[in-house]
């Protein structure tokens, strides 16, 4: 047989045929090659931390929990026992009597009885009480009030003495009290005398002492003529009246 001599364009033709044969098979040898093995232990790493961070934050947040729980149990602890303790005290307080006494009224001028010596300036029959709380009868104004005073009958132009040593702080007159002396006394103690005639004996600045005369009993004014001639006393300690039978011991 005879062969034929190739061509110089045929022997290029071949070559390059040859050449795209072998480059397209590198492609693909490239493409099947296996990812390096290493590369998954670095991603199964990082995804296994970013776990272990996720974990974390939520352990955390029940420790925190649990601790704040803490404190409440213990204050509830605590409450439970304050209430224990106090039942006792809330108990002996409801126990205690309501009413007033005389010892109340010392207590609310803070003095104690033993320090009071004062005698009465006039005897006689008490009209009408000291009555600071309750409502009583007044027969002039024919209706019911508080007295912060007594009313001692007496007969007119009777003397009237001052019932502690101290000194006369006022002097004064008026359509409903008449001829009115003020002594003040040692410790914050005040008595106030009225229902007095004119001829006061005192005058203010005088120092006085216990059963020194100060003045007459006169004729009530109209607001005090349904109990007849009469002298009202009042007993102060500060700012507060006593009743004149409790600062007289009686």
């Not at 776990?51 to 601790?67: G, H, M, R, Y």
């Not at 409801?94 to 803070?110: L, N, Q, Y």
């Not at 001692?152 to 409903?176: H, M, P, S």
């Amino acid at each position: 047989m005879k062969v034929r001599k190739l061509e110089k364009k045929e022997y290029i033709a071949v070559a390059a045929s040859l050449i795209l044969v072998t480059a397209v098979g590198l492609g693909l040898s490239v493409d099947k090659t296996p990812e390096p093995q290493a590369a998954l232990p670095k991603n199964k790493t990082v995804v296994a931390e970013t776990a272990k961070e996720e974990v974390k934050p939520v352990t955390a947040s029940k420790n925190q929990t649990a601790k704040e729980e803490e404190p409440k149990t213990k204050t509830a602890q605590a409450d439970n026992v304050d209430v224990t303790d106090t039942a006792p005290v809330a108990q002996a307080k409801a126990e205690e009597p309501t009413a007033k006494s005389s010892d109340d009224e010392f207590e609310e001028a803070g003095v104690t009885a033993n320090e009071i010596t004062m005698e009465w300036p006039l005897k006689g029959e008490i009209a009408m009480d000291y009555s600071a709380d309750a409502l009583v009868y007044d027969p002039t104004l024919d209706q019911y009030r508080t007295n912060d005073d007594v009313c001692i009958l007496a007969d007119e132009g009777a003397a009237v003495k001052a019932a502690c040593d101290g000194t006369v702080t006022a002097v004064t007159n008026d359509y409903a009290k008449g001829y009115t002396v003020v002594i003040n006394h040692q410790d914050g103690w005040s008595t106030t005398y009225s229902q007095l005639s004119e001829n006061v004996a005192v005058a203010v600045g005088d120092a006085v002492k216990k059963g020194q005369q100060i003045g007459e009993v006169a004729k009530p004014t109209k607001y005090g003529s349904a109990m007849g001639t009469h002298l009202e006393f009042k007993v102060c300690q500060g700012e507060f009246a006593i009743d004149p039978k409790v600062a007289l011991g009686e």
